[in-house]
């Protein structure tokens, strides 16, 4: 959900949500869909069949947090054992320990989601999501086709195998 004030995480990074307004798709000029792939007539198309208009302005806020996280090892203990807690509330889902993914990703870096589900007895989609948390943690990087531990991940299992 997009709210003024809040923000977004994107390819490009991240965006803070300044404003959000109504716009009359009749009164469009091409002034203000200059910066726009859609020209006047395909969002007046698009808004005939699918009904209103936003206009939103954002502003960037820097690069996407993630990416200095997952490029930081944890450096003590203390480090360890904050990661471990959110971790472990992970693991005590009704779905049992899936914290297992990150030695399975580990074991066979590159791999598609599907084979890594197979693996593991996970459902895809479901590992996918499970996958999704471990990145917003900064422990897994998605590359075009597959996932690798980030540096972040790979000192993580560090300390956990200590």
Not at 70 to 80: F, G, I, P, Q, T
Not at 118 to 127: A, P, S
């Amino acid at each position: 959900m997009v709210i003024p004030g809040g923000t977004q995480l994107t390819q490009a990074g991240l965006l803070k949500i300044l404003d959000i307004q109504e716009v009359d798709a009749k009164k469009l000029t091409s002034e203000e869909l200059r910066d726009s792939d859609q020209s006047i007539a395909s969002l007046q198309k698009l808004v005939s069949k699918n009904g209103v208009l936003f206009e939103i302005r954002v502003q960037f806020e820097g690069a996407d947090p993630r990416i200095s996280l997952r490029n930081k090892a944890l450096e003590n203990m203390e480090d360890y054992h904050d990661l471990k807690i959110k971790l472990d509330k992970y693991d005590k889902s009704r779905y049992g320990p899936w914290t297992q993914i990150l030695d399975e990703i580990k074991k066979h870096p590159g791999n598609k989601a599907q084979i890594l589900a197979d693996n593991l007895g996970f459902e895809k989609l479901w590992l996918k999501t499970q996958i999704r948390k471990l990145k917003a943690l900064g422990l897994t990087i998605s590359l075009e086709v597959g996932y690798i531990l980030s540096t972040r991940g790979l000192s993580y299992l560090e300390w956990k195998n200590k």
